[in-house]
Structures are given as C-alpha cells and as structure tokens.
C-alpha cells in the first residue's frame, strides 16, 4: 500500500466545513476600515481577491467600542459593522471561498483617545505596556490600564457571545479567538501581564479561566469545529512574555483539547527577533485538533510542515498580503510580488487592491 503524503494542496474537513487547501490567509490588520470601523468598498474588494485560500482569517475585528486599539480597525458590533462585514462575506462566499472572523479586544494595547468616553483601557493587572501606539493624534504612549474587577468578567464575556452572533449574521464561517501577541487574552494568560491574585490569575489553570469562558460562550453560539484559537507562546510584541512559555502553552493545547475546535493557530517564535526557542512539535502534539502554524513559511517550509505532520494547515501573513492569488502561484510555482511594508498600516487601494495576479 502506498501512503499518500497530505501536501498543502489537499483539501480539509473542518467538521462539516469543506476547505480546498490548506494555504490560510493569516489574520493582518491593515487600517482600512470606513467611518465607524465600517468595513468598506475596498475591504470587500481586498478579500474578494483572496478568495482561492483555503480559508481566510480577516483582520482582528474589535468585538466592542472598548476593544479597539488602532485607528482603521473594523469592529463586530455595530448594525453597521456587521452589514459591511456581510458584503465581505457574500464576496468571498460568490468566489468559493471560507472566511472566519477574528474576535479581537486589545486590552491595554490601546488608548483613552480611542476609547469610548474616554476612559483607560482594560488589562488583567494596572501594569503599563512600554513604548508609544499609534492614536488618532500620533504616537502616544502606553497609559495604565484599569485592571478588571471580577464583577467586570461576565460583561466582557458576554461582549464576544454578541460578537460571535453578529459574526453569524454577517455571514461568516466561523471565528478565530484572538488570544495572542499582547492582547487581552494573552495578557491573560502570560505571567508578565498578569498578577492577579484572584481566579482568573496565579497559576496557569486560573490565567487561561477567560480564554475557556470565551470558548465555550462562543462554542454555544458556532457548535463544534466553527471556533479557533489563535496563540504565540513566545512573541515579545507588546511587551509581554511568559516565565515557563513550554509548560504554560503545552497546559494551554492540551485543556483546549477539551473542546471541539476548528484548529489550534500558532504565531511559532518571536515576531520581533525571529528567534525560536519553543519546541512546536511537542505543542502540537499537546492539542488534539488541527494545528495551524504561521510565521515565516513559505512553500517548501508549508509543504513540509504538513508532509511531516508538524502541522495540518498553514497560514501565510506578507506572501497573502502581495499575492491575492498565491494558491495558484504556489501550484505552478509562478514567481511571487514583494510585499511592500509601507502600504501595510492605513492608506487606500495602493499597496492593499492594486498587487497583481499571477494572469494578468
Ligand atoms: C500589528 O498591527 O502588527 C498586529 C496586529 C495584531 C496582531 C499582530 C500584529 O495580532
């Protein structure tokens, strides 16, 4: 009997979700919502473009007022958010293709001047990031955030339950748990960030209770294998990081290995230095799902990942970005564009609709 090797080119079930390939769009934030965190003409176009992946994860989508972090970032909770999501979805769905939505609260990676009314951003502890953001009135920098009482919880919770029921309204396939890079969840679940000394802080147990609140909150609402998780055990952006990183995430996969996720989405290393100190293997084989990798591959690394069972899927940030059509690039091994850095944050159609396909 011969085995037949999965590459990235074969398909995949996600339950009852049929994907084409395995080539994933990663989630990118890129600043072009409308007026309102709307998404608009040039959002639906951008997507439409991208539709051969196998599935697209969108941009990190604020699932409340509170949540934003950045101006230009779309939200999920609005009438207005979800119908110009539904223009995103019925595109992508009109070529073929699947999209989740991200379900994004920056936590303290956030501003007062973005905020509603005002107010200081939330995080687990009162513990201010280093260095400045981007706000509507230039690089400011980080303020500390108002640690979360534990009367807070439920509210925040019940943000993204409405979140993941817009998301269904607007059309999506599914949504990806944003809990990585320095956001509000992983500022849960790293021990930098977090210094509660209540039931959601101390160990690791209690700083994954939000991220396993929210999980089942949404399973409620998507049912099995329509929920993803996205971590990066081992990322400094946002200043955060984690004195066991090995144990904390291995603990993180295998208490997730209790819930029918769609996958388990892993940033691999360290998005600022590129270092790599993590056995991903040994995280993998921590989750009993599908393990979707992402940071630096590329097609031979992709195809390699999955012809050796490092990985099940893999998600492509930058090679997404330049190359609306890069399945197909990838089947033929046509040459790829060059993502250009300074069109990724904000701006119009340069450098976000206007990279070409491989046909034309
Ligand atoms: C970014 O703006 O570079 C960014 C945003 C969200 C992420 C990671 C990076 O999860």
Request: proline share 5%; charged share 20%; aromatic share 8%.
């Amino acid at each position: 009997m011969t085995i037949v090797k999965n590459t990235l080119f074969s398909p995949i079930q996600l339950g009852d979700l049929a994907l084409a390939n395995r080539i994933i769009m990663a989630p990118l934030t890129r600043n072009r919502a409308g007026a309102g965190n709307v998404p608009q003409d040039i959002n639906v176009e951008y997507y439409r473009q991208r539709a051969s992946a196998g599935l697209i994860i969108s941009e990190g989508s604020q699932i409340s007022a509170c949540g934003i972090g950045y101006p230009g970032t779309p939200g999920i909770h609005s009438e207005a958010q979800i119908a110009g999501w539904k223009r995103v979805t019925d595109a992508v769905h009109e070529q073929g293709g699947r999209i989740f939505i991200q379900l994004w609260h920056t936590g303290r990676i956030s501003h007062s001047s973005l905020q509603p009314g005002h107010i200081l951003p939330v995080a687990p502890s009162a513990l201010k990031a280093a260095g400045k953001t981007l706000t509507l009135e230039g690089m400011q920098k980080f303020e500390t955030p108002h640690a979360l009482t534990l009367d807070e919880m439920p509210s925040l919770v019940a943000d993204y339950a409405t979140a993941a029921q817009n998301a269904k309204v607007a059309g999506f396939d599914g949504v990806e748990i944003h809990a990585a890079n320095g956001y509000l969840l992983d500022q849960f679940l790293r021990d930098s960030t977090n210094r509660r000394e209540d039931a959601y802080g101390g160990a690791i147990e209690n700083r994954m209770r939000l991220l396993l609140e929210i999980v089942e909150a949404t399973l409620a609402i998507w049912g099995k294998h329509r929920v993803g998780v996205r971590l990066s055990p081992e990322n400094s952006f946002n200043d955060i990081k984690d004195s066991q990183p090995q144990q904390t995430f291995n603990a993180v996969a295998k208490t997730l290995s209790n819930y029918p996720l769609a996958y388990l989405h892993v940033l691999e290393g360290d998005m600022l230095t590129g270092e790599r100190q993590l056995d991903y293997l040994e995280l993998r084989n921590s989750f009993a799902g599908y393990y979707m990798a992402n940071n630096g591959y590329d097609k031979a690394s992709g195809n390699a990942a999955i012809e050796q069972n490092r990985a099940d899927l893999v998600a492509f940030g930058k090679l997404f970005i330049a190359n609306p059509d890069l399945p197909e690039r990838f089947l033929k091994n046509l040459p790829l564009n060059t993502p250009d850095q300074a069109t990724f944050y904000g701006g119009d159609e340069k450098g976000y609709t206007d990279y070409p396909n491989s046909s034309i």
